[in-house]
């Protein structure tokens, strides 16, 4: 079978580093008031020993103040193991790495926090979506 064709990012494995979902004590529904988004973080790195490979680092957190408005205080981080085949540049190797870690780290969080919340009193929680940004240029 040839190669030709084939995507130039592999996915190692995944797993989770931290996983923390609590039901919020007295938590009172409000029709009034949405919850908040999760706040979302992605990191991605290069491995210095080996520049083929990469990690991913995402981090979901949300009402970690325990809002009572809320059901739930969550702060989940996942992380993605990649490697490149050679084939990209740098740049588009990390590209690539980060919109794939994304969904993979993101869709795994939210699988998960689905599943633990509904064994949980208030039933399950599913988080919304993740839309993948550039960050903010620092301003100097």
């Not at 008031?33 to 491995?47: C, E, G, R, V, Y």
Request: with cysteine.
């Amino acid at each position: 079978m040839s190669d030709q064709g084939a995507y130039p990012i592999r996915l190692d494995h995944v797993l989770f580093t931290r996983s923390v979902v609590i039901a919020v004590p007295d938590h009172v529904p409000s029709d009034d008031q949405p919850m908040a988004n999760p706040i979302n973080t992605l990191n991605t790195a290069q491995d210095p020993e080996n520049p083929m490979r990469y990690t991913v680092t995402m981090q979901t957190k949300l009402n970690l103040e325990g809002d009572k408005g809320a059901p739930y205080r969550v702060d989940m981080e996942c992380f993605a193991y990649f490697e490149q085949d050679g084939t990209l540049s740098a740049d588009d190797a990390l590209r690539g790495v980060a919109i794939n870690g994304h969904s993979v780290c993101y869709g795994a969080i939210r699988e998960a926090v689905a599943w633990l919340t509904g064994r949980q009193p208030y039933g399950s929680l599913m988080l919304g979506m993740s839309v993948l940004r550039p960050a903010k240029p620092n301003s100097a």
